[in-house]
């Protein structure tokens, strides 16, 4: 009897445990996360804008104001820069790292002259950039990331159909490359 | 002789079916437990954040939508009205009140995942501050149903659909911090259910 019950208190305490290692875990197990799904849908350093219908990394849009595009990024070698210039009467940033948590976000309010010139760097090569800041960067935002890899996601709103090509624009217009000084 | 197999059987059984069992289940509870709920609405403002809660990571496992950053705002969705029915599209439900906190504000309905219904195109998808039609002391009211009403009108697919409404704020200034409970969000209740 007290050997069925100790098989039972065993078998409770083991319940416990997966159920605690299933649910941290779940994000890595599944693939379906959004880090992964950027990385499927195309190469770094490229703006890719998603559209109401889900593309073939089966992510979409599901506001019909909203358009999206998404970036991701490997800072490990030299630091990203994003920039976009447009006349939208909204536009917002949020950067990730892989688990997407957020590191940065800011909107046009926030924004230095309603531009978005954003670099992204690991904190050695900030310490590099602010000893000897190049003059494009004068009016960047330098954002530290802890580890190098991520996405950013910009998104602006068209409130009518009238701004969708504003909108549009300001997202195939944005760039994501790498900074490499010059 | 079969006893101590037999016991082992029982012991990992109990941890696989209980372990699963029980994880299936809190992650189909969908309000998470970093919700907030203010009235019918129900937003996650830190599911962004490393502090997030993991029943509430469906948004980090599967889904096919992005996180919001904190100077975003986060998207909140309505699944039941006010006084706590689900919203069906047999209803038509007004929500309205005054305009919440924000810039700027985009309402759509969609299914209970949040994905937006394929409508007609010529209808209207969804509103926005600058679309809505407001009254006098600029609170507004939007009726979502199948039937086409006057004033504000989302469209529903016919037949007794369940819906969520997605309120999603952009540059609200209290996204993020613990002022979020100061916003005074659209009221949601059902009006004139059955066909009549």
């Known amino acids: 009897m007290l050997k069925i019950l100790l098989a039972i208190v065993v078998g409770l305490v083991g319940a416990v445990l997966l159920h605690l290692i299933i649910i941290l875990s779940l994000p890595h197990f599944t ?84 531009g978005l010139d954003v670099v992204i760097a690991t904190p050695i090569q900030l310490t590099a950039l602010r000893k ?11 954002v530290e990331v802890p580890r190098p890899d991520g996405y950013a996601v910009v998104r602006t709103l068209a409130p009518r159909r009238s701004f969708d090509q504003a909108a549009q624009a300001f997202l195939q217009e944005a760039s994501c490359q790498d900074f490499t000084g010059r | 002789m079969f006893r101590v197999p037999l016991l082992i059987a029982l012991a990992l059984s109990i941890a696989f079916g209980g372990g699963i069992v029980s994880t299936l289940y809190a992650l189909n509870v969908t309000t998470g437990f970093g919700a907030i709920r203010l009235g019918a609405w129900e937003a996650f403002p830190n599911a962004q954040t490393a502090a997030a809660d993991p029943y509430a990571n469906p948004p980090r496992a599967g889904a096919a939508t ?5 100077a975003e705002g986060p998207p909140s969705g309505a699944s039941v009205d006010d006084a706590g029915g689900g919203l069906a599209g047999g209803c038509s439900s007004p929500a309205g009140g005054k305009p919440p906190l924000a810039r700027l504000w985009t309402l759509y309905a969609g299914n209970t995942g949040g994905q937006p219904f394929a409508v007609n195109p010529a209808l209207p998808a ?58 005074s969000m659209p009221k949601v209740s059902l009006l004139g259910c059955g066909d009549a």
């Open chain 1, 31 to 114: 693939g379906l996360d959004a880090y992964t799904r950027i990385l499927a849908r195309g190469d770094l350093n490229r703006f890719h804008l998603l559209s109401a219908k889900p593309d073939k990394a089966g992510l979409s849009v599901a506001d019909p104001f909203m358009h999206v595009a998404v970036c991701s990024f490997d800072v490990d070698a030299v630091p990203l820069r994003l920039q976009a210039r447009g006349s939208v009467p909204f536009w917002s940033l949020a950067i990730f790292d892989s688990a997407s948590n957020e590191i940065f976000s800011m909107n046009d309010r926030t924004s230095v002259g309603g």
């Open chain 1, 132 to 142: 000897a800041l190049p003059e494009q960067l004068a009016q960047s935002i330098l």
């Open chain 2, 66 to 70: 992005f996180l919001w950053g904190s």
């Open chain 2, 126 to 183: 969804g509103l926005n501050s600058w679309t809505v039609v407001r009254e006098t002391d600029s609170s507004f009211t939007v009726t979502v149903s199948a039937r086409a009403q006057p004033g504000n009108w989302l469209p529903l697919p016919t037949g007794n659909v369940s819906f969520r409404l997605t309120l999603t704020l952009l540059d609200t200034p209290t996204a993020g911090s613990s002022g979020l409970i100061d916003l």
